[in-house]
């Protein structure tokens, strides 16, 4: 149940009012009006964040409010504007504590609710807006989108309401605004992420209407039963890679970081990701052992090489032969250095049907018992047309497979797809025999992947809800920002393909930042999308060579005997021009992204190991000042100087049209 509707508030500019109470530290000051709104003031730089209110709402209002001083804190009974279970709307009585730490840049916010009754969900806190129009929303889907705030600006891209943590959505728990000039920064993290989601707001600001976010909380099971948590902090400058850095802080602090070397010395398989491309393989076995053994031939040491077999999920009787068949093959694409791993999910099962697809056919021991109930008793719809498995029996599913498995199949690897896309809350389990509420599914999830990891495989999964990173050693999904890409592809995905207009933002200089791996480029493998892979659309191919390296990451195949075939030489030079850059860098921290040319055409980024690279994206030379010219289309890496020294790729490139 989503309610959507228009919003329109207007920005007075003059300032709180007197009833404001207010705390303060070194570098900041907090007010909170009579109503309510909070603002933020950076003490150093004279900047200001304002919270607005939106006039479609019943009027809000602070009562008794206290404020501590010394420790910083400001507390009030706020009513809230929210939505019923059955739509309607009305105001909600919440605590709210508002509090300033001793030396740094965090407002911290805690919403306790205490209206009783069934609700889907709360607003809060109020919209905060920029000073200046001239501002973005820095969306961390994917590997990261900035998109212009003013509607009437010819980058600016609709989004839809969403929440965090959600495939199409955010893959980080947080949302920034940045000042596009000035540099200086909101960044909005979420601490209960799990029950979080945002939707478009209209404001005016300085006579120009801005999109900017407004939070929303949804309800556990139709109660707000538990503490709410954001983190507001303020950044004076450095624009999204300032924001990126706050956000990872505060992910460490959490203990989540874990980083790709702390992995591979857990499991010594993980080393042969770094610099890896992903291969995906269609076909029959034989046809997977030779695709692998041209790969070899062709100087492609290490690779992830993944066997996209529907055989796999129906293993009857009638099917033995094939599944013996890539019994026999597996340990020989193994020998050849290759992490080798085959598509498996435990989120969806289907209702046995002889008659139907066998990618229609996984987990259908789960059906009907063990499927989510929604709150009117009916099963929820999954992939179409499947069903949610209960996240705790989609566990127990997943440790007798991989239990079953393990003899008969000598994979290093699993791929266990939709793990690290599909929002939480969609096992939320109203069956009275299996319920389950948010946060059990998510615990669910994480106990999956630390089985996958305590069976000794490396483990990958698509999108990349980062509250999983601890367990996950590749990312599918990331570089293509998926929400722009995914439906612009028609099946089957080795095929070429026309794209819809709405491709051109997946690698538009304009739009791509790279605030994923500017978080936590240390800790995970990360490629594109299934859909999104390189030979699938060939005019393409360049641009996502140039991305790949821009941010350290890996090429994507997905393909059959025919395809490579095809694009042999192409792959292989692939394979040098991306790899043996992505391999150098693999295990380094990205340090800073920056943006060399006006139109963003030539983009440097720098990592933690003394290595860099710049991109030039465009069409005419790019000098650069203390060193050679980088060609349009092409890059340079460095060592870190001074003065630097450049290097040209290890291959030429070449035209793949």
Wanted: with cysteine; proline share 8%.
């Amino acid at each position: 149940m989503r309610l959507l509707t228009c919003l329109c508030v207007v920005i007075s500019a003059t300032a709180v009012t007197r009833a404001a109470e207010s705390v303060e530290n070194a570098t900041l000051r907090v007010e909170m009006a009579a109503d309510g709104r909070i603002t933020i003031a950076d003490k150093q730089t004279g900047a200001a964040w304002r919270q607005v209110v939106v006039p479609s709402d019943p009027p809000a209002a602070a009562r008794q409010v206290t404020v501590d001083p010394k420790a910083r804190v400001i507390a009030a009974k706020l009513r809230l504007p929210g939505m019923r279970s059955d739509g309607s709307r009305r105001l909600a009585e919440h605590s709210v504590r508002v509090s300033l730490a001793d030396d740094d840049r965090d407002v911290i916010v805690r919403l306790r609710p205490e209206e009783p009754g069934t609700w889907f969900e709360v607003e809060y806190p109020l919209v905060f807006v920029p000073e200046r129009p001239e501002s973005d929303l820095v969306f961390p889907h994917a590997e990261g989108a900035l998109i212009p705030l003013r509607r009437d600006h010819p980058d600016f891209v609709p989004l839809p309401k969403d929440w965090i943590y959600s495939g199409l959505s955010t893959y980080c728990a947080c949302l920034g605004i940045v000042d596009r000039d000035r540099g200086n920064g909101l960044l909005t993290t979420f601490e209960t992420p799990d029950l979080a989601g945002y939707e478009m707001a209209d404001v005016q600001v300085a006579g120009a209407t801005l999109s900017v976010p407004r939070i929303f909380w949804r309800s556990n099971r139709l109660k707000l039963d538990r503490e709410l948590r954001l983190i507001f902090t303020v950044t004076p400058s450095g624009g999204y890679v300032a924001l990126a850095k706050e956000y990872r802080r505060h992910f460490r602090r959490w203990g989540y970081a874990r980083t790709l070397k702390e992995k591979a010395a857990a499991n010594p398989t993980v080393d042969k990701l770094a610099g890896a491309p992903v291969f995906w393989v269609v076909g029959p076995a034989e046809d997977v052992k030779a695709v692998a053994a041209m790969m070899h031939e062709d100087g492609i040491e290490r690779a992830v090489v993944e066997i996209d077999d529907p055989y796999w999920s129906r293993p009857d009787e009638a099917l033995r032969p094939k599944l013996d068949a890539m019994a026999r093959v597996i340990p020989q694409i193994r020998d050849l250095g290759y992490v080798i791993t085959r598509y498996d999910q435990f989120r969806d099962s289907f209702a046995p049907d002889p008659k139907a697809s066998l990618f229609a056919q996984f987990n259908t021991e789960a059906y009907p018992d063990s499927i989510v109930r929604d709150l009117d008793g009916k099963l929820r719809h999954g992939w179409p047309p499947g069903y949610v498995i209960n996240p705790r029996a989609g566990l127990a599913i997943a440790r007798k497979r991989l239990d079953e498995e393990a003899p008969r199949f000598a994979l290093n690897g699993r791929f266990i797809d939709c793990v690290g896309t599909c929002p939480f809350w969609e096992g939320e389990d109203w069956s009275t025999s299996h319920p389950m509420d948010t946060q059990g599914s998510r615990e669910a999830r994480q106990e999956l992947l630390r089985l996958a990891n305590e069976k000794g495989l490396v483990v990958g999964t698509e999108g990349g809800i980062d509250c999983l990173l601890p367990n996950l050693h590749w990312l599918e999904t990331p570089m293509s920002l998926v929400r722009w890409t995914a439906s612009s592809y028609p099946l089957p995905g080795w095929l070429p393909a026309p794209l819809k207009p709405e491709y051109r933002i997946n690698l538009s200089v304009a739009h791509r930042i790279p605030f994923y791996s500017l978080v936590h480029h240390d800790e995970v493998m990360i490629t594109w999308r299934w859909e999104d892979g390189f030979c699938r659309a060939p005019e393409h191919w360049q641009e996502k060579n140039l991305w790949s390296v821009l941010y350290g990451n890996t090429p994507m195949f997905f393909l059959d005997r025919a395809t490579y075939s095809r694009w042999r030489k192409e792959i292989a030079q692939t394979n040098r021009y991306v790899c043996d850059w992505s391999r150098r860098v693999a295990y380094a921290t990205m340090e800073s992204h920056r943006v060399l040319t006006p139109d963003r055409t030539v983009q440097e980024t720098v990592f933690s190991n003394g290595l860099g690279v710049v991109v030039n994206f465009g069409k005419a030379r790019f000098a650069i000042a203390d060193g050679p010219a980088v060609p349009p289309g092409s890059y340079r890496t460095f060592a870190a100087g001074p003065p630097r020294a450049y290097s040209p790729p290890p291959v030429g490139e070449t035209d793949y049209r």
